[in-house]
Every structure is written in structure tokens, then in C-alpha cells.
Nanobody, 115 residues
Framework: QVQLVESGGGLVQPGGSLRLSCAASGTIFRIYNMGWYRQAPGNERELVAFITSGGTTNYADAVKGRFAISRDNAKNTVYLQMNNLKPEDTAVYYC?????????WGQGTQVTVSS
């Protein structure tokens, strides 16, 4: 059974930092690409960042220079380091694991940026 469990969300002031984690189980983690998406109320889910099985990263323009995605294949975990957070980063953040055959989603973790 495939399971993705996100953690690390919460309430933070503008300019603050959070690190999200997504622990995966039930798959051969190292062969999958991993991504983070977010969805704010009334908006569609959007890609934040992804990291391929080979370690190549890509970021949405809105988060470039502030967010960093990384993975630890030994721990079956992907991370999203979020710095200089802004109120517009407020959303539910979802972890996604995919390859050419399958795509899996976590349940999401809430990130709220507010003073």
C-alpha cells in the first residue's frame, strides 16, 4: 500500500521559514520523481517544485530563490525548505510521487503565513 505522509506545516509570520517533509512508503522511492504542490482556497492546485529521480530540480517562478526541494533516498523522504514566506504562500501543500506509470498523493499539510 502506497502512503505519502506530509508534516511540518503550521502558522508562521511573514519572513519566516518552515520545512515540510513527506515520508513515502510502499514504493521503491529512489525511482520516483517527487513534487510539492499547493492549493489555496478558491484556487486550482499548482506545482511548487519537483525533483526527479536523478536529482534535477525545478521551481515555480513564485518561489524561486526562496524555496528548496531535496530528497533523502535512504529515508524515503522529500523535503521542501521554505524561506522568506509571504502571505500568498498560504495554502495546503501536497506531496506527489510519480513516474510514467503511477502518481500518488499525500493528504496535505496546511501552511498559513500571517502576522
Amino acid at each position: 500500500q502506497v502512503q505519502l505522509v506530509e508534516s511540518g506545516g503550521g502558522l508562521v509570520q511573514p519572513g519566516g521559514s518552515l520545512r515540510l517533509s513527506c515520508a513515502a512508503s510502499g514504493t521503491i522511492f529512489r525511482i520516483y520523481n517527487m513534487g510539492w504542490y499547493r492549493q489555496a482556497p478558491g484556487n486550482e492546485r499548482e506545482l511548487v517544485a519537483f525533483i526527479t529521480s536523478g536529482g534535477t530540480t525545478n521551481y515555480a517562478d513564485a518561489v524561486k530563490g526562496r524555496f528548496a526541494i531535496s530528497r533523502d533516498n535512504a529515508k524515503n523522504t522529500v523535503y521542501l525548505q521554505m524561506n522568506n514566506l509571504k502571505p500568498e504562500d498560504t495554502a495546503v501543500y501536497y506531496c506527489n510521487q510519480w513516474n510514467t506509470r503511477n502518481s500518488y498523493w499525500g493528504q496535505g499539510t496546511q501552511v498559513t503565513v500571517s502576522s
